[in-house]
């Protein structure tokens, strides 16, 4: 694989992904496509190897321009997608029209074009919530929000490319991942942010949710490794290992920013909230693959990069970040 299509890579996942790649393996050339909606920053790739990165901006959701920019890619690994729970609950069109149009769209031109692996980042939010136990890959799927609704229909639509014209067509769903970078939206650089400022941070309902950590970085190595060593019409869990209650996570949070649980603001529970998430990566195991961040450690340096990084959020948190804000938290 010389050159490699990622989607959605100026994103949280995605970025950490091309930088992956680069760094990794010399002879790989990037080609970088992102629509930049709200949560796509080019701060994100700032300072990779402008020879061997072509950033394009575009959007799967149209079939012509992401067709052009697949054609001469060995690969495409699709991160694109609307990912955040409380976005697709204020309104679902852009999740259905990215995430499931948009791999429609991948799909047929890798079909059209003949691109030799098609991998699907996923998430482990499409099983839904299990109370015991970890879920396998063979389990059936049970999305309960919107978002986790749109990522299982666009995994549908990927695998049928798969079974009818043999497409070699990959997924991985990956666990709740955390580190540099982070659309502060999500929970724990919204709760990092917002403690170095002193303000409250909002925790859903009784804060006992259980979400497992994988820190990017084994997230990547986690998509790679299926990208490459996987075998075509399977899916990969890539799990970190390292399953919290929210009451935790925002203890040790506050604890690592040097501020006290006065911060902590309970707030009404998210609709149809999954109470735990929890996944076996035992088969990506089986190719090789292992976590390697320590949950603590890479807490510890997640949250000291947002406290050295405040160039990079807090021209973020303005403008449409503040008008999502209210709408989700009320001013609060």
């Not at 666990?175 to 999500?186: A, I, L």
Request: aromatic share 10%; net charge negative; hydrophobic share 35%.
């Amino acid at each position: 694989m010389k050159r490699i299509l990622v989607t959605g890579g100026a994103g949280f996942i995605g970025s950490a992904f091309v930088r992956y790649q680069l760094e990794t393996y010399p002879d790989v050339h990037v080609v970088n496509f992102d629509k930049l909606t709200y949560a796509g920053n080019l701060d994100n790739v700032k300072g990779v190897d402008d020879k061997r990165h072509t950033f394009i901006k575009g959007d799967i959701a149209d079939a012509g321009a992401i067709t052009e920019a697949m054609k001469g890619c060995d690969a495409v690994v699709n991160f694109a997608a609307e990912t955040h729970v409380d976005r697709s609950i204020l309104g679902a069109a852009e999740f259905i029209n990215t995430d499931i149009t948009g791999v429609y769209n991948i799909v047929e031109a890798a079909k059209t074009l003949g691109t030799k692996r098609v991998l699907l980042v996923s998430t482990d939010e499409v099983y839904g919530s299990i109370l015991d136990g970890s879920f396998k890959e063979s389990d059936p799927v049970g999305p309960r929000n919107p978002y986790s609704a749109s990522k299982a229909g666009g995994e549908l639509i990927g695998l049928s490319y798969f079974h009818t014209f043999g497409l070699p067509v990959v997924i991985t769903r990956g666990s709740n991942t955390y580190g540099p970078f982070q659309y502060p939206e999500k929970v724990l650089p919204l709760f990092v942010t917002n403690a170095i400022d002193d303000i409250p941070v909002p925790l859903y309902g009784d804060g006992k949710n259980v979400r497992d950590w994988l820190y990017v970085d084994d997230h990547c190595s986690g998509i790679d490794t299926a990208l490459r060593k996987g075998e075509p019409g399977q899916i990969y869990n890539v799990a970190g290992g390292n399953e919290r209650e929210n009451i935790v996570l925002t203890h040790r949070i506050l604890e690592l920013a040097g501020k006290t649980a006065a911060l902590i603001k309970p707030v009404a529970d998210r609709p149809g909230h999954d109470r735990r998430y929890s996944i076996d990566a035992s088969k990506l195991h089986a190719l090789g693959w292992q976590p390697k961040m320590d949950w603590d450690a890479g807490m510890a340096l997640t949250v000291k990069w947002y406290r050295d990084n405040e160039w990079w959020w807090r021209k973020i948190k303005t403008g449409e970040y503040l008008e999502y804000y209210k709408r989700q938290y009320g001013g609060q």
